[in-house]
Every structure is written in structure tokens, then in C-alpha cells.
């Protein structure tokens, strides 16, 4: 977003404001102004009815309710018109009033507007004991008043525009000068930054000269803790994202197997101590990976111990481990016969595998998981492939980064995990795509 200005915000700020009290002015003439005048009308002609009534109740006969009528229209501001209950005009030869005028005032009393077609009239209709009295107040005056004060108020909205231009840019001046000038005394890298100024603005200039120098000597804190700190920090986020992840599995198969026994009464003796090896041995798993957690964190910065085992034997092991959790899944191991030794560590190895077979499991689309085995020289090959939907040449370079997911299956860490683990060693990995076919592949150094 470009930057603007502050002197066309404080103009900006300066006209609002200025159009903000013109439209407020102009809505009270137009509207507050009449309601108020209407209002007040209202209540002098009620008060004229009532002092006018209050005259007439007092006379005993039709001469003398005449009278009283004659001398009190000679000083009211009002021409009162008053009739009986029916209607009909007493004391002027005029027109009776309209049945729906009297049904309208059983309320009390009506308040109209009419022109006609000369000057717009506020009527009052009132009933008052035996007599109903009748005014009308000519408006023309209120709406030149109106009128004249809006040419008031467009003079004087145009005189402030003006004057708000004129202001806007001075005040801005006034406040943009000094720290255009520390801006530049910045950029210049001077060691003073401080205006000869005693105001806000030469605080400002203190302050930042304070800044920079206190900022030079913790950037060099910085520096040399910075390192540290990048180790700390990633040791603990490591850390915190693979918890979760890698004690699911072991305990998933625990509780197949724990599922296994309870559901098989009958199980034979041989297996009943089979699956309780393998409970033991994923308890004993499962300790020791609380301790590998911490070692995991350290893959970029300490080496691990290699070990060296057959890699036939230990591919039966995992895919039977993992066959317990998805007793439906189609895993088939196609691998050489040769079964030679490779060098890795045997945990980071299984979790390695764990992950990867995990992974095809969560995301294959349909079909079978096909692991094979390639000898070649001092390096053996290993290729997991398995059908998969919706996925692209574009997605491969990402399907290895930290919580990076094409489905809302898994955490997104088992990959980053695998990733970690592999570059540690140095071992050539990755996947490629034959048509719908995901492979994950990598190269494995072989024991001589």
C-alpha cells in the first residue's frame, strides 16, 4: 500500500471534520429547525384555544359569546375560526367542517400541512367542552429563514474549505519539516541525531539517538547468542512436533495386539506369547523412544550410532508390525534374496519405514502397497510405490516439508521426520510419479 502523506492526511482529516459540521448544520436547518418551530406553533395555538374557550364558556348567551369572540380575536396573532359540535361555523358565514374531521377528533385534536398554491399553512384543529376551534399559521417565513441560512452556511462552509486547505498544509509543514531532517540526519549515519529543538519532536531526536546507539551494541549480543539460540529453538520445536506423532504407532500396536488376544479366547499358547513379545517389545519401544525424541532433535548437530543388520529380515518385521494396526491392507514385499546388511541406525531405520508405509497407507487410493529391494555394488535400493489421486509433479518437491498435507489425514510431520533422518545420513532419497504411481525410493549403503 503506497504511503500518503501527512500533509494530505491532515488535510484530508481537516476537511472531513469541516464537511462533517456543514452537513451537521445543514440537517438541523432542515429538519431540527422546522420541528422545533412546528412544535412550538402547536403549543402557542393549543394555549391561544385554551385561554379563547376559557372566555367563551363564560358567556351566558349568543350575543355575548359573540363579544368575547370579536375582542379576543382583536389581539391574538391568530385567525380562529370556531364552530359546535356538528360543525358548523358560529360566528362566520364559511363552510362546516368534514365528517371525517369529526370522527378524526375524538383523539383531540388535528395538526396538517396544506398548500395552497401560494403559501404552504400548519392547520390546528382542536375541540375544546361544546366548540371546536380551527387556526392556520403561514409557513412562508420559516422557509425563507431556512433558505437564508443555508446561503449563510454554503458562504461559510466555502470561507472554512479554504481556510482549511490553507491550515492543513501549514500545520503539516510545521510538523513534517523537523523530521524530514532526522530522516536524512539518519540516513547519513551521523552520531549525532539530536535537533536543537525543545519540543516533542526534539525528545523524538534524543530518544532515537539513544536507539541507535543502544541498538549497535545488542546487535552484537545478538550475534554471538544467536546461533545458540537457533540450536534451542530448534531442538524444542523437533521436539515438540514429533511427540505426538511417533508414539502413535507403537501404542496402535499394542493395542492390536492387546485387540488380538481379547477378541481370540482360543488363541494357542505360542501366540498368546507371541503377541506379549511383541507388546514387550514395543513397551521397551516405546522407552526408549522417549529418549530418541531428545536424539532426533539433535540430527542436525550430533551423529548417531550406525548399526548393521539384514534388511529382509527387518522389512518382515516392521510390514507384520504395521499389518496388525490395518489388518485389511495389501502389502507386498518383493525384495532379492541376497537379504545383505545394510548400515543405519536400527531405530531411525524403523521409523524410516514406519513413516513411509504409514504415509502410503493414509494416501494410497486403492490397491496394493508393492515394497521392492535393488542390489547394485555397495548401495541396495529400496522402492515403496502405491496408487494415488489427485496429486502432481508440482506437489513432489513439497511432500518431505513440515506440515505440509494434500488431505486432512496425519499431521504433516512424517515425511518432514523421514527427511530429517535421511539427510542426516546422507542417503540419496525421494519420489517420483509414473502416471499415478507414487514411488518413494532411496539408496541404502550395504555392509561389505
Known sequence: MKNIPIAYQTFIYIIGLVLALFLLIYAASQSIIPNVYFRQSQEKMNQTFEELNDELIKAVDFNSIQNEYN?????????????????????????????????????????????????????????????????????????????????????VFIISFVLAIFFSFLISKITTNPIKKLKIMSESHNNLLELNRKDEIGQL???????????KSTITKLEQELEREKKQDKLVKLLIANVSHEFQTPLAIMSGAIETLDDNKNISIDNK??????????????????????????????????????????????????????????IILDLEKSNPYILFNRNRFKQVLINILTNSIKHKKNGKIAIKSFTNDSKVQIEVSNEVDNLFEKDLPHLFDAFYKKSSNGNGLGLAIVKSILEKQKVKFGFRLEKNILIFYMDLEVKN
Not at 86 to 102: Q, V
Not at 107 to 131: K, M, N, T, W
Not at 205 to 215: F, M, T, V
Not at 304 to 312: A, G, P, R, T
Open 71 to 155: 375582542e379576543y380575536i382583536l389581539r391574538s396573532p391568530y385567525d380562529i375560526k370556531v364552530y359546535n359540535l356538528k360543525g358548523e361555523a358560529l360566528f362566520e358565514n364559511i363552510s362546516r367542517l368534514s365528517p371525517s374531521i369529526l370522527i378524526n377528533l375524538n383523539e383531540g385534536y388535528i395538526d396538517d400541512l396544506y398548500y395552497d398554491g401560494y403559501i404552504s399553512y400548519l392547520v390546528r384543529i382542536e375541540r375544546f367542552d361544546q366548540y371546536i376551534y380551527k387556526t392556520e399559521v403561514p409557513l412562508d417565513g420559516l422557509y425563507q429563514t431556512i433558505s437564508t441560512t443555508n446561503d449563510v452556511l454554503t458562504i
Open 273 to 330: 506369547n507371541k503377541y506379549f513379545d511383541m507388546i514387550n517389545l514395543e513397551i521397551k519401544r516405546l522407552e526408549k523412544l522417549t529418549k530418541d525424541i531428545l536424539k532426533l532433535s539433535k540430527i542436525q548437530i550430533t551423529d548417531e550410532e550406525v548399526d548393521h543388520f539384514k534388511i529382509n529380515d527387518f522389512f518382515e518385521s516392521i510390514v507384520n508390525n504395521i499389518k496388525l494396526i490395518h489388518k485389511d491392507e495389501k
Open 205 to 215: 531526536s534524543k530518544a532515537i539517538d539513544r536507539l541507535r546507539r543502544n541498538l
